[in-house]
């Protein structure tokens, strides 16, 4: 299994950033793909988790500002990032949860994603 995270970059105050995720090498029909972040000397923080049938959760601090959706035939997760805050500068991380199930929905447990990819920088500065 491969996550490939790309679209990071410096953004000032207020704008906006697309991240992307593209996923490959699992074949399981239900899964959840998460964005995480992890700011110097932090732990990983759950962003925003998407499942194959739609569900979607995400952390307090980026609610009504972020949006994540994904697109199941290409194994895509992105996460639009609006309205960003210097707080919001950190590596980001997309996940794979392969073992999700349906009535558990998107976990934001970091524990429960086994394939991460390799990060993407955003930094929100003037």
């Known amino acids: 299994v491969q996550l490939q995270a790309s679209g990071g970059g410096l953004v000032q105050p207020g704008g906006s950033l697309r991240l992307s995720c593209i996923a490959s090498g699992f074949t399981e029909d239900y899964y959840a793909i998460g964005w995480f972040r992890q700011a110097p000397g932090e732990g990983y923080e759950a962003v925003s988790c998407?499942?194959?049938?739609?569900?979607?959760v995400y952390a307090d601090s980026v609610k009504g500002r972020f949006t994540i959706s994904g697109d199941n035939a290409k194994r895509t997760a992105y996460l639009q990032m609006d309205s960003a805050k210097p707080e919001d500068t950190a590596v980001y991380y997309c996940?794979?949860?392969?073992?999700?199930?349906?009535?558990?929905?998107?976990?934001?447990?970091?524990?429960?994603?086994?394939?991460w990819g390799q990060g993407t920088l955003v930094t929100v500065s003037s």
């Open positions: 996940a794979a949860d392969v073992r999700a199930i349906l009535s558990s929905g998107p976990r934001s447990d970091p524990t429960f994603y086994d394939y």
């Open positions: 998407i499942s194959s049938g739609g569900d979607i």
